[in-house]
Structure formats: C-alpha cells, structure tokens
C-alpha cells in the first residue's frame, strides 16, 4: 500500500521465520504536510501498515491486519532526523490462517516502536 510512495526498501534480509528491511521514509509524500508541516512525524497508523507491507512483501501474498496487539511507541519517527529506519520481523507458523509478527522498529541505538501483529490473507 505505501511501498513506493511514503517509503523504499533500501535493504533486505529474508528467512523463513524472519525479515530485516531498511527503509527510506519519502519526506515529500503528502501525509507530511498535514503531519505536521514543520515538524514532520511519522503517524503511528502508517507506521503499522508499513509492517503489514513489509510481512506481504516477504511473504509474496497480500496480507491485512487483524489485530494490533501491544503496540508501544516509544520514540516519534521524524524523517528529516531519521530517513531511513530499519523493521525487524519475526513470526512462527500461522494458526487458523492468522500470522502472528513481531515488529521492532529501529535505527542505530533508538528504538521506535514494538508491536505485535495479527495478519490475515486479503
């Protein structure tokens, strides 16, 4: 959904259990400028949905969430401070057709979010 407009992978690193992905956060896009115009943060919401992207492009099928379960936002991603950030992704074997993803956001020693996600095929 956002891949290639509020952000690109840079960099990846696929297994079968987990992902690494550094992104490049597209300091342009649009949702800046009402988020906020002069101190651009990246929304939370968007936020998740890039880790719903990243999972549905590890995988190679198109996911959705379910559920967002313990999502803790621990710094604000502002792109003109950090344009590119990393996404670490672990998940186990689906149950009932449900993924669960852990999601740690990151980039050098800051840590930006921890979230655990529950995916379903769209």
Do not use: N, W, Y
């Given at each position: 959904m956002f891949q290639d407009d509020l952000f690109t992978i840079l960099s990846e690193e696929i297994s079968e259990n987990?992902?690494?992905?550094?992104?490049?956060l597209n300091r342009s896009h649009p949702i800046y400028s009402g988020h906020f115009p002069e101190d651009a943060i990246t929304p939370g919401v968007c936020l998740v949905q890039i880790g719903?992207?990243?999972?549905?492009?590890?995988?190679?099928h198109e996911f959705q969430l379910v559920k967002a379960k313990n999502v803790k936002f621990?710094?604000?991603?502002?792109?003109?401070?950090?344009?590119?950030?990393c996404f670490h992704l672990t998940w186990a074997a689906p149950e009932e057709n449900i993924h669960a993803v852990k999601?740690?956001?990151?980039?050098d020693t800051t840590t930006f979010i921890?979230?655990?996600?529950?995916?379903?095929?769209?």
């Open positions: 987990s992902a690494d992905f550094t992104i490049r719903v992207d990243l999972f549905s492009h590890a995988s190679g621990l710094q604000l991603i502002r792109p003109d401070e950090h344009p590119e950030i999601v740690l956001v990151d980039a921890k979230m655990s996600l529950q995916l379903g095929l769209k």
